[in-house]
């Protein structure tokens, strides 16, 4: 399907929503005129570099503040000495999911990268050379960096507020019940978000109110926070964000080195600009954990699961909890009279982890289609018939119904079209023509369907046009072009007629944009705004008896093309322009929250599904892994722009080829010191890895998760992704291999 | 602190007089020096910077066939060149193998040839690390080592040199000119990188001061062109250094190997010739056999420096692969993935 191909539905009723538009701000982006946090220079702007720990483990016993002070430029260095007071307790966590953070609160240090002083100056120069100058002395404790000297721990959460264990069934009778138990280990390494563009921030006050341009993926929600740290009300703070590049669930969250620079702002008086560098990120603004997980995975003769246990053992910080979620990606999936998910925690002195791209998902989904695979084989059957005899229709456990599950077609059509048939059972059956080792494999993919609470307006205008506000995040997604779609579609408006606002705190709270559940939530919001302007504009018509509509207000109307129409007889219409301009009015607004309706959660599982083919090949003696072609196929309810979700989901497809074949953060085993910190070291795919890739849009309609049908496709395009490459490994090749990522000596050593 | 004099001089003698001073550093397209000002791993107090000296970069044909390359060439321009590519394919390739394009757009050939360990204990000022400060002790020994060296290593340092472009300059005797205080003189490449020994912290050996003016390959050279290849293994497919790389080059009569040329990348602190691999091929027919016995001389001496034995047994596997794939022929063109064991792999669309 090309990139310009409507939906179906789209094309079926002609709509704005489902058609493939271009990036409203591709433009803007493309020739360097969208203005990101760290472009902006206000008079008088003074420079903040943070100095940070090179330890994991101990205290700062000395910092040469002296000298930093006299060098030329500096203005103020911040230490736990002279920090001024904030008034939110950083060794609390801030409600709802925010962490603890390093504000130089006492001279202990916890991590490697964590800021030990700040230093204002009136040049990046200076600053920086500056924050060299304070030659840290420390007192060294010995650093808790693996399994082997960790502190292993029992949760109370995992994620934001998951259960950390879950038992459905009796696990002892399906694993006594089995023919088969497959049971392995697997290991996914620390990941660091590297979103291209750096943490930044530039904050300026005015008495008790401070503006800050940041990149925030969560605005009302910060502004809240900020006000908390700073004593002042959250409408005090406003956050500009116009652009985000690159986000993954980094930039939702408060961290340490931006509070402290907006504190250095309100101290010094003046504007202050922070900007991490890249090794910079590796500490305090999270990551995805380490994880351990083991799985058993029993079967019965015909290759039915008769038991399911995930155990996750998941890296944290000492002082903080993130826990990857991982197993649980074992509980919508499979189908299994027994399944238990449960998660421990290690302590490690790192930075505290946070949600990066399907926090849990990814990790949980890489390990148990692995499992699966290993499971199908022992069971002597091909992986998608080995998932298709262990098809939930129903949620797991609970037996709620799903609020609809198109998996069945994205297996079929996602093999028919990879042309999955004929897979020989065994590895090291396939061959290319110059004697590569082939292998396909495959992984299912899921998502949840969160759903933010969110707030926007529609102003119908004079002259037909509307202005739509939400305070938004477009990360790159292509979030302003998707919104403005549905309350185009709302207002019965081309897009282009539709002015869009976001990216500013002061506009209607855009919720979250993370969890993938940005579209729907935002989305929604804008629909009723649209929806409820419509339904003003249409009261004054049908109340006016100079209107072709006077009366139908109990018949109703239907916008389309800029006109409200009678629905019972669609040649009497009449068009926004003369509705207002009869009634003298310069517009009309409309406004709404909007929510899931509790009832209808409480009653459905709600999931975006898919499901990932790969092929890869390998040179048979050198090791040497490419993946050379990607098909996926996913259902996530209704597609508001088929080009945007496609970019989505191949996004998500080569964030998974990342995860199996490239990422991992190399961390010295006796100081926690990361030894990739940077972008040449640190792996992510190139154009060169990135494979032929393959999206289908599955078709679903889905009457619960929201009025809109739209459920999330950001995230799901790695899960299953993962899996499939390391299966197709394991094809390839007859090695097993059960760390993340796949590397080279370990097809090697297996031959040697 | 970080304050250095900035100085372009504008002939090559100012510039060798200008670096006489201690504490001087070149500068070419800094994509290697700059780095390191920035984490503090070298800190200069003067930069000499030669981008614009005069007549450094040309590409010189020599009348007996061989070719001098200024210093400050380009490594794009160097590995586009038509007639250098055809005469020197696995060099081309080598090249086009490294960095990344707008890496190489700016990387010049003196700086290729001279830069510094990828190491990370190296770029760590918190690590101690003997190239760095003598005798500070080598934080990668026990540390994180999968991509350290299995050749040549010492107690005191197990770093690798991290340049593609040298490893088959090392396998075709190419060497180097060199200008400084106290005159002009040549060094073969295979001599410019040092050995860790007792003193990592002398990398190679240029003296103070001195400065690479050009690069030369000698007649003889060219005489491999119709079998000679660069193959690189790497943990992305592009814009890695080599996790073991090899430079093959042959002179055949028919099946007979009348002189043949072998080089490891990525195994040793310098690009590891390995001359009597070269020797045993001599005047055998080429045969798996040959390739395998070749690869099991080139490695007798290796031993991992730590976590990185597999090392030793990919890099006898990328041997005996280089030879074949120079025997097959040097490809009629240059690969769509230059030196990745895929650059066969039919319908290759990207350019690394
Ligand atoms: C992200 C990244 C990936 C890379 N990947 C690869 C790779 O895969 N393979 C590979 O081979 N390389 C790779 N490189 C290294 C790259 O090839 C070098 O950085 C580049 O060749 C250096 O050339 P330059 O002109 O920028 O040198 P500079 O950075 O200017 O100088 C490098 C060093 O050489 C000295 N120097 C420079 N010119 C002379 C001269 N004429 N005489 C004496 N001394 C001199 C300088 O003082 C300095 O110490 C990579 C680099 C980066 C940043
Ligand atoms: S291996 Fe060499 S460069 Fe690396 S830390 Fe040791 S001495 Fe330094």
Redesign the interface.
């Known amino acids: 399907m090309s990139l310009d191909t409507a939906s179906p539905t789209a094309r079926r009723h002609g709509s704005n929503a489902g058609q493939p538009l271009t990036r409203r701000d591709g433009l803007l982006k493309v020739t360097g005129r969208a203005t990101y946090a760290a472009d902006n220079h206000p008079d008088g702007m003074l420079y903040a570099v943070t100095a940070i720990s090179?330890?994991a483990r101990g205290r700062v016993t000395a910092l040469d503040v002296g000298a930093a002070r006299a060098?030329a430029g500096v203005v103020e260095v911040l230490t736990p000495a002279n920090r001024p007071p904030l008034a939110h307790d950083p060794d609390e966590k801030m409600p709802p999911f925010g962490f603890r953070v390093e504000v130089l609160q006492d001279d202990t240090v916890r991590y490697v990268g964590q800021p030990i002083a700040l230093v204002v100056a009136e040049t990046l120069e200076a600053a920086t050379?500056a924050a060299?100058?304070l030659d840290p002395q420390y007192e060294i404790a010995d650093a808790r960096t693996d399994r082997s000297n960790g502190d292993r721990f029992g949760l109370a959460a995992v994620g934001i507020g998951a259960p950390p264990r879950t038992v459905h069934g009796d696990l002892a009778a399906g694993l006594a019940a089995a023919t088969h138990v497959t049971e392995a280990e697997y290991e996914t390494p620390a990941q660091y978000h590297n979103a291209m563009e750096p943490h930044a921030v530039v904050a300026e006050w005015h008495g008790d109110r401070v503006t800050l341009d940041m990149p925030n993926q969560a605005m009302a929600l910060s502004c809240a926070a900020y006000g908390a740290y700073f004593d002042i009300p959250a409408e005090n703070v406003l956050i500009r964000s116009p652009f985000l590049g690159g986000g993954f669930g980094s930039k939702a969250i408060l961290n340490g080195p931006q509070i402290l620079a907006i504190l250095a702002a309100r101290m010094l008086k003046r504007p202050v600009k922070l900007v991490l560098t890249r090794t910079q990120m590796y500490g305090p603004v999270g990551h995805r954990g380490h994880t351990w997980q083991k799985l058993r995975i029993g079967t019965d003769a015909q290759g039915r699961l008769t038991a399911l246990h995930h155990h996750a053992l998941c890296a944290t910080s000492s002082f903080d909890e993130f826990i990857e979620p991982a197993a649980n990606a074992s509980l919508p999936l499979y189908d299994s009279p027994a399944i238990l998910v449960e998660h421990e925690g290690l302590r490690l002195d790192i930075g505290t982890p946070g949600p990066m791209r399907a926090p849990g998902e990814a990790s949980g989904s890489a390990a148990l289609e692995v499992a699966m695979d290993e499971a199908a084989v022992a069971c002597g059957m091909d992986p998608l018939e080995f998932r298709l005899a262990n098809y939930a229709e129903t949620e797991p456990g609970t037996g709620r119904p799903f609020s609809s599950k198109a998996l069945r077609e994205c297996y079929l059509e996602g093999a028919k079209r990879f042309g999955w048939a004929g897979r020989p059972l065994e590895p090291r059956q396939m061959r290319?023509?110059?004697g590569?080792l082939v292998g396909w494999g495959m992984g299912t993919a899921v998502f949840h369907c969160p759903h933010f609470p969110a707030e926007a307006r529609a102003t119908l205008r004079a002259d037909g046009t509307a202005l739509v506000e939400t305070a938004g995040a477009d990360m790159g997604q292509g979030a302003w072009t998707a919104l403005a779609q549905i309350a185009a579609e709302a207002l019965g408006l081309d897009p282009d007629q539709v002015e869009f606002h976001s990216g500013i705190s002061t506009l209607p709270d855009g919720g979250i944009a993370g969890g993938s559940g940005h579209t729907a939530s935002a989305g929604l919001a804008l629909n009723n705004a649209g929806e409820d302007a419509i339904a003003k504009l249409a009261a004054i018509a049908t109340a006016d008896p100079a209107s072709p509509l006077f009366g139908a207000g109990n018949i109703g109307v239907v916008a389309r093309s800029g006109r409200l129409h009678r629905i019972d007889d669609e040649g009497r219409s009449e068009s926004y322009v003369d509705i207002l301009a009869r009634a003298g009015q310069a517009e009309v607004i409309g406004t709404a929250k909007a929510a899931r309706d509790p009832a209808i959660a409480e009653a459905h599982a709600m999931f975006s599904h898919g499901a990932v083919f790969a092929e890869v090949?390998v040179?048979p003696?050198?090791?040497?892994i490419?993946a050379t072609r990607l098909v996926g196929a996913f259902a996530a309810g209704r597609v508001i722009n088929p080009r945007l979700v496609r970019s989505q989901y191949f996004g998500g497809m080569i964030w998974g080829t990342s995860f199996a074949?490239?990422e991992e953060a190399?961390?010295?085993?006796?100081?926690g010191?990361i030894?990739?910190a940077d972008l040449a070291?640190y792996?992510v795919?190139?154009?060169?890895?990135v494979p032929s890739l393959d999206a289908i849009l599955i078709e679903e309609d889905d009457p619960y998760v929201n009025p809109l049908g739209i459920k999330g496709v950001g995230e799901i395009g790695i899960t299953g992704t993962v899996g499939a490459i390391a299966n197709a490994v394991w094809h390839a090749t007859g090695v097993r291999v059960r760390r993340f990522p796949v590397?080279?000596?370990d097809l090697?050593?297996a031959r040697? | 602190?970080?304050r250095f004099d900035y100085i372009r001089p504008v002939s090559v003698s100012e510039a060798i007089a200008a670096a006489a001073v201690p504490g001087s550093a070149y500068l070419a397209a800094g994509t290697n020096l700059l780095d390191l000002m920035k984490v503090?791993t070298t800190r200069p107090e003067r930069v000499i910077d030669i981008t614009r000296l005069p007549g450094l970069d040309r590409i010189e044909w020599l009348p007996d066939g061989g070719v001098r390359i200024a210093a400050m060439v380009r490594n794009s321009d160097l590995a586009y060149d038509e007639r250098f590519a055809r005469t020197f394919p696995a060099v081309a390739e080598a090249l086009l193998s490294g960095a990344?394009a707008q890496l190489r757009n700016a990387a010049t050939v003196g700086g290729n040839l001279m830069q510094r360990t990828?190491c990370?204990?190296f770029h760590?000022?918190?690590?101690a690390c003997n190239r760095r400060v003598a005798g500070s002790g080598c934080?990668a020994r026990?540390?994180?080592n999968r991509l350290h060296a299995v050749l040549g290593w010492s107690e005191h340092c197990i770093a690798t040199h991290p340049s593609d472009f040298c490893v088959p300059l090392v396998a075709l005797d190419a060497l180097v000119e060199v200008e400084g205080p106290h005159g002009a003189r040549e060094i073969p490449v295979d001599l410019l990188h040092a050995l860790p020994g007792a003193t990592p912290e002398r990398e190679t050996a240029l003296a103070p001061g001195e400065l690479v003016v050009a690069l030369r390959l000698p007649a003889e050279a060219a005489d491999f062109s119709g079998n000679a290849r660069y193959l690189k293994?790497?943990?992305?497919?592009?814009?890695?250094f080599a996790?073991v790389s090899a430079a093959a080059a042959l002179e055949l009569e028919g099946k007979l190997i009348r002189k043949a040329r072998v080089a490891l990348g990525g195994v040793a602190a310098k690009p590891w010739r390995a001359r009597e691999a070269e020797v045993a091929l001599t005047g055998m027919p080429a045969s798996a056999e040959a390739f395998a016995k070749a690869a099991e001389i080139a490695l007798a001496d290796a031993l991992p420096s730590g976590d990185n034995a597999?090392k030793i047994?990919?890099a006898r596997?990328?041997v005996?692969?280089a030879l074949s794939l120079a025997f097959e022929g040097t490809p009629e063109v240059m690969p769509a993935?230059p030196a990745?064991?895929?650059s066969?792999?039919?319908g290759a669309i990207?350019v690394?």
């Open positions: 090179r330890i060098h050379e060299a100058l290319d023509e110059n590569f090949k040179d003696d050198l090791g040497q490419r074949l490239h190399v961390t010295d085993r006796r100081t010191r030894m990739n070291e792996h795919p190139v154009n060169a890895d590397r080279i000596e090697l050593i040697a | 602190m970080n503090g990344s990828r990370a204990y760590d000022l918190a690590s934080d026990d540390g994180e293994l790497r943990e992305r497919t592009s814009y890695a996790v597999f047994e990919l596997r990328i005996v692969r993935l990745s064991p895929f066969t792999t039919a990207h690394a």
